[in-house]
């Protein structure tokens, strides 16, 4: 039985980068332990001689020519962004005040 | 017309008996008749379609070779990008959200003048088997207004089944082409893994992600196939190689001699006994076609769902992990760029997307990576060689597409594990990457809604799902005196 408790879901949030309420944790914590139980199973079956499959088609490289071709202007490159400032993505501060 | 198949259409635009203004014009005035009842789209792009109709009438009348499906209108899931046009996934996330560019997909449906009316209604980032998890509210099952569609491609499949459009883009990760074609009594087809480009579609788990025809008849979704399928250098994991010949497959149908694999896992419990029942009937017509059913068995199928629901969240919350807040969607929240990110990610985010972000950020954790998400792509190699197997004895493979038909609204909604389950006949093709088709089977006894038969082909040979599929839907036809959509409720202005 997976106990999966609600800091165990609180650090997992923060991780994912999710901030999520008292309900969401709780919540959250109990519908875990349940999936996890069910899709545990996979253990049973997953044996040292079977090799992983990460992606159904046996790619290894793909690459294309190293020449120029069209893309996206910078202002369609920003449409979307919530800010922008010079031809740059806007974003809030990212390191510390130290 | 509306009620008509694609390619009546395109017959009727080329012998100049109609306008795509006109059949356009006549899709829009159905649209704004049902959808307030069905809400299958989330978008209509009244101006952009008309303009587009127009401009192919204008090639057509100054004598252009004009492609199969030109004038055609169509409906588009809202995962695919279209230049300028709001693209959310069904999410907060990308409210007001235009992108700057056209996915491969869109650039071949201009290519060939199909007519793209709107955006359709979704499962948030394709993630459920029912639409409710879409934010902007449920799309209605048009055979019964208080069922679910299918998911996570609802919007699409009740669109077909509304005569709201004749042709629509799916996309299949675990089913979300094939279940709503099963439970709105409509065909999607999930192509080969690599078959069409992913190019412009929004990520939910890559390894697993395809994009596809849906339609109401099989020859219909064949040349939407052909229009969209195809080698793309913005794709490295699109195949190159040639399309397969899934016109020509549909047109041709014929299976004597043709060897059909019948999975004994995926029948007996949990199946509704009027689904294997009619099930069960399209095996016996094909039979009298001159095909030999064979049994099979994939025995690793019964740990299919378990692995797909630790793969699937696993690519889903490094995919997801591009909702950030810094360069496209919402942003909310003071402070620090994590503490906007996180912020953002709360209020943007449903609760679906957020259960299923944490179980994959748990699988894939330090400790636990080789139990959970190790462990399932060992079961991925199994199930592959599973259908090796099963392919060595039989042509194609079939099975029911979907446990039941449509359930209420709402009725597993609090139930996580419950909903999975819908996936469950779907889930091995996905895992595999091979191909995989959904044609309506019939009325299920105990409650008169629709019922899709699956069928499955190997990687690259989606032309003989087209050939099985085109010869169980003439006699089914027949016997039914017409379409299956001909018996659905008729839904209208109030």
């Known amino acids: 039985m997976s106990n999966i408790s609600r800091d165990d879901v609180a650090n997992l949030a923060k991780l994912a980068r999710i901030d999520l ?41 793909v690459f294309r020519e190293d020449v120029v071709r069209p893309s996206l202007t910078p202002q369609e490159a920003l449409s979307g962004a919530p800010e922008q400032e010079e031809q740059r993505f806007k974003v809030p501060q990212i390191l510390g005040e130290e | 017309m509306i009620n008509k198949s694609a390619v009546e259409m395109a017959e009727a635009l080329s012998k100049g008996e109609i306008t795509s203004v006109e059949l356009t014009k006549a899709h829009l005035k159905q649209i704004g008749e049902v959808d307030e009842q069905v809400h299958a789209f989330l978008h209509v792009d009244t101006q952009g379609a008309l303009e ?41 996330m990308l409210e007001g959200w235009r992108p ?49 569609p299918g998911g996570s491609g609802g919007g699409s499949s009740a669109s077909l089944a509304s005569f709201q459009a004749p042709l629509a883009i799916g996309t299949d990760t675990g089913g979300s082409i094939r279940q709503p074609a099963a439970v709105t009594g409509t065909v999607g087809v999930k192509p080969t893994y690599g078959g069409v480009s992913r190019y412009g579609l929004v990520a939910f788990s890559s390894s697993l992600d395809q994009a596809g025809p849906c339609a109401r008849t099989v020859l219909d979704a064949a040349y939407l196939h052909e229009a969209i399928a195809g080698h793309d250098p913005l794709d490295s994991t699109s195949i190159n190689a040639p399309v397969p010949a899934v016109v020509a497959a549909a047109k041709d149908g014929n299976v004597k001699g043709m060897k059909i694999g019948v999975i004994k896992e995926l029948q007996g419990d949990g199946y509704q006994a009027g689904v ?17 059913i064979v049994e099979v068995s994939c025995k690793y199928f019964d740990y299919a769902l378990a692995a797909y629901y630790l793969i699937a969240p696993s690519e889903c919350s490094s995919n997801l992990a591009r909702f950030d807040a810094m360069r496209y969607g919402i942003r909310s929240g003071q402070g620090s760029a994590e503490e906007v990110m996180n912020s953002t990610r709360q209020i943007g985010f449903g609760r679906e997307v957020k259960r299923r972000i944490i179980l994959g950020t748990y699988a894939l954790s330090s400790g636990y990576y080789d139990a959970y998400y190790g462990s399932a792509q060992k079961v991925r190699t199994l199930i592959s060689r599973d259908f090796e ?41 996905n895992l595999a990457g091979i191909g995989g088709m959904s044609l309506p089977s019939g009325l299920a006894a105990e409650d008169g809604l629709p019922a899709g038969f699956q069928i499955m082909a190997p990687a690259m040979k989606d032309d003989l799902m087209y050939k099985v599929g085109a010869a169980l839907e003439v006699e089914l036809n027949t016997k039914w005196q017409g379409p299956i959509l001909n018996s659905a409720p008729k839904l209208g202005a109030k």
């Open chain 2, 52 to 92: 587009q109709a127009s401009q192919v009438d204008a090639k057509r009348s100054a004598g252009e070779k004009m492609p199969a499906l030109a004038g055609v209108p169509l409906a588009l899931k809202d995962v695919l990008v279209q230049k300028g046009i709001p693209t959310t996934c069904g999410s907060k």
């Open chain 2, 100 to 148: 700057p560019y056209d996915s491969t997909i869109v650039r071949k449906l201009k290519e060939n003048g199909i007519v793209i009316l709107g955006k359709t209604n979704m499962d948030e980032f394709a993630m459920g088997s029912s639409t409710e998890n879409s934010a902007y509210g449920p799309t209605k099952n048009p055979w019964d207004l208080t069922r679910i």
């Open chain 1, 21 to 61: 309420s008292e309900d969401e944790l709780a919540g959250l914590a109990k519908e875990l332990s349940v999936i996890l139980d069910a899709v545990a199973r996979v253990q049973e079956v997953a044996g040292e001689d079977v090799p992983p499959t990460s992606h159904p088609l046996p790619l290894v490289n």
């Open chain 2, 276 to 292: 294997l029942k009619l099930f069960n009937e399209s095996l016996e017509i094909l039979a009298s076609l001159g095909a030999e």
């Open chain 2, 389 to 429: 197997s099963a392919f060595k004895l039989a042509d194609v493979l079939v099975s029911p597409t979907a446990p039941t038909t449509a359930f209420k609204i709402g009725e597993k909604s609090n139930d996580p594990i419950a909903m999975y389950l819908n996936d469950i006949a779907t889930i091995p093709t």
